[in-house]
């Protein structure tokens, strides 16, 4: 009884501990969520719009972009996890209805998709990690030139020196 507890928690702690590691690119079948659920919170918190390019995925963490692309058609769209699902054996991911329309797969209800990252695609002209050389830049400030300050500023400056010159002269013959 002893050799059997001790397998058991070994084998729950090793499965307990092991990454869950999605593959790059993960190719299966498809659903969408049905209208009906248009307003009912996600898993992630999020409210499920029907119009939004999102999904539910068991394994990808919330947020992560996805490219989901129709081979059928040659079709993508990226969208954006933020349920947990499909909880149907064979599927690998359930879109929002808006990306199902996007793909084309509103009249067959389940197809066959390719699902990859967004940080695994490579986009064009992105300019490579290097570091940019940027020219310095002299800063002035608009305080010490008089072309420069607004007409309400030089009014009010002229406003001040008078009331200076005012009041000294009015010290002046106390």
């Not at 990454?19 to 996600?42: E, I, W």
């Not at 499909?86 to 009249?107: C, H, Y």
Request: include cysteine; charge should be positive; proline fraction near 5%.
């Amino acid at each position: 009884m002893l050799k059997i507890k001790i397998a058991l928690v070994a084998t729950l702690l090793t499965i307990g501990f092991t990454p869950l590691h999605t593959q790059d690119v993960q190719q299966g079948k498809a659903s969408y969520y049905a209208q009906k659920f248009h307003g009912r919170l996600t898993a992630s918190g999020e409210r499920l719009h029907k119009d939004s390019l999102t999904c539910a995925h068991r394994s990808y963490p919330f947020g992560t972009l996805l490219r989901v692309y129709n081979p059928a058609n040659g079709k993508s769209v990226m969208v954006r996890v933020t349920d947990r699902g499909p909880f149907v054996r064979g599927r690998i991911i359930d879109l929002s209805w808006r990306a199902a329309k996007e793909l084309d797969i509103l009249s067959k209800g389940v197809a066959v998709v390719t699902v990859q990252k967004a940080s695994n695609i490579v986009i064009p002209f992105l300019p490579p990690d290097e570091e940019i050389d940027l020219p310095e830049l002299e800063m002035e400030t608009n305080e010490g030139s008089t072309e420069m300050k607004p007409l309400w500023q030089l009014m009010a400056e002229e406003a001040e020196a008078k009331r200076k010159a005012s009041a000294a002269q009015y010290s002046a013959k106390k």
